[in-house]
T-cell receptor, first 115, second 114 residues
Framework: AQKVTQAQTEISVVEKEDVTLDCVYETRDTTYYLFWYKQPPSGELVFLIRRNSFDEQNEISGRYSWNFQKSTSSFNFTITASQVVDSAVYFCALSGGGGADGLTFGKGTHLIIQP | DAGITQSPRHKVTETGTPVTLRCHQTENHRYMYWYRQDPGHGLRLIHY???????DKGEVSDGYSVSRSKTEDFLLTLESATSSQTSVYFC?????????????FGPGTRLTVT
């Protein structure tokens, strides 16, 4: 069975601070995919990144960066110089190698950026 | 915008009544999914479909059924709603058929069972 753990239920930081959201996963698949989604207060789910199990390169997109480490089964997400607009619930998710696989989500981390 | 609509967007119903939620896509994609979101649980997969009349169960399928008679519509039915089914329901699609495809989510339906 697959499992995603986001141990941080809520994080509160002051604007311009850097913040890291943790994600630890469990799977028996050798091929799998990891995702991050953002859910702002408006409620929609916004895709941020997809990473496959064979690509351990870190990714940077503007103020966002992701650190994938297979050795520790982690896929952590860092926001640099946080802004109030980053306030949202962030979900880490996992899917296996099957074509129709649904996503297994973590419980989410509620990030609050205070001005 | 992935061309996904959900209806209704909000619904209040009484325990024991049947409820059908509709997910409609405009892009003719094969894979569709239903999730529910509850505080403290994230999103959990209810059912999914990999084609017309081809559906399968997800993690939390008890109390739910689905149907897909047309590519564009994926219906989720609560045969006899219970208070534990109060939740926000999200539909999703995959635009590609490969493993690990990104899923695009609809706007969600907030269902309250009283």
């Amino acid at each position: 069975a697959q499992k995603v753990t986001q141990a941080q239920t809520e994080i509160s930081v002051v604007e311009k601070e850097d913040v890291t959201l943790d994600c630890v996963y469990e799977t028996r698949d050798t091929t799998y995919y990891l995702f991050w989604y953002k859910q702002p207060p408006s409620g929609e789910l916004v895709f941020l990144i997809r990473r496959n199990s064979f690509d351990e390169q870190n990714e940077i997109s503007g103020r966002y960066s992701w650190n994938f480490q297979k050795s520790t089964s982690s896929f952590n997400f860092t926001i640099t110089a946080s802004q109030v607009v980053d306030s949202a619930v962030y979900f880490c998710a996992l899917s296996g190698g099957g074509g129709a696989d649904g996503l297994t989500f973590g419980k989410g981390t509620h990030l609050i950026i205070q001005p | 915008d992935a061309g996904i609509t959900q209806s209704p967007r909000h619904k209040v119903t009484e325990t024991g009544t049947p409820v059908t939620l509709r997910c409609h896509q405009t892009e003719n994609h094969r894979y569709m999914y239903w999730y529910r979101q509850d505080p403290g649980h994230g999103l959990r997969l209810i059912h999914y479909s990999y084609g017309v009349k081809d559906t399968d169960k997800g993690e939390v399928s008890d109390g739910y059924s689905v149907s897909r008679s047309k590519t564009e519509d994926f219906l989720l039915t609560l045969e006899s709603a219970t208070s534990s089914q109060t939740s926000v329901y999200f539909c999703a699609i995959s635009r590609t058929q490969g493993a690990g495809s990104r899923q695009y989510f609809g706007p969600g339906t907030r269902l309250t069972v009283t």
